[in-house]
């Protein structure tokens, strides 16, 4: 499993979809992944952001993180996003990311990324998997193929058991509620093993 490009590609208002982006380059890079950790671009306003005291410390503390872009899905054998839920959907800020892709995905290099994807919501029912399956809709218009960690782990079960992708419920203080950290890394290694299969490694 090497010589596999990884883009972790992630929007974290206040940290826990970082978080999960960070173990999952982790994992890959124990893997011989060569990972970089991407975020997609703000779009909300500064005064929104300065209202969430956790929001804000958040931005300020993730200013050295690298904004993804097109080069870099090019780039990419495989590509994890890490997003959270809004209202059952992936949040703004993810999408206009993938909907400027048209120019790759119009070239034909979006066919056959291996993707997979992870999310995070306030309550065990906040739409974690839509969130999650509305990502890969669009994967599918890419071509992309999508590496869903399924029940291939016992960690899954520990972390709520999510089929299509890791997912947390995060309390009202921002702490995870369910222990997802071997699940991520699970992923992130499935998602690294698949690709090096695809590429033929």
Do not use: C
């Amino acid at each position: 499993m090497t010589n596999i490009n990884l883009a972790v590609i992630y929007y974290s208002s206040t940290g826990t979809n970082y978080q999960m982006a960070k173990w999952a380059e982790e994992s890959a890079k124990a893997a011989g992944a060569n990972v970089k950790v991407l975020k997609v671009p703000e779009l909300a306003p500064k005064e929104a952001i300065a209202s969430n005291p956790a929001w804000q410390a958040h931005f300020d503390a993730t200013q050295d993180v690298a904004e993804a872009t097109s080069d870099d899905i090019e780039w990419a054998d495989a590509i994890i996003f890490s997003i959270p839920t809004r209202f059952g959907n992936m949040p703004s800020q993810m999408k206009q990311f993938i909907d400027m892709q048209g120019g790759l995905w119009g070239a034909g290099k979006t066919v056959n990324k291996v993707v997979s994807a992870m999310s995070s919501a306030g309550n065990p029912h906040g739409g974690h998997e839509a969130t999650i399956l509305s990502l890969y809709t669009s994967m599918m218009h890419w071509g992309a193929l999508i590496a869903a960690p399924g029940y291939t782990d016992q960690s899954a079960f520990v972390s709520g058991g999510n089929p299509y992708g890791t997912s947390v419920t995060v309390d009202q203080d921002g702490n995870m509620v369910e222990d997802v950290e071997a699940a991520v890394k699970h992923q992130a290694k499935r998602t690294i093993d698949i690709a090096s299969r695809i590429k033929g490694n």
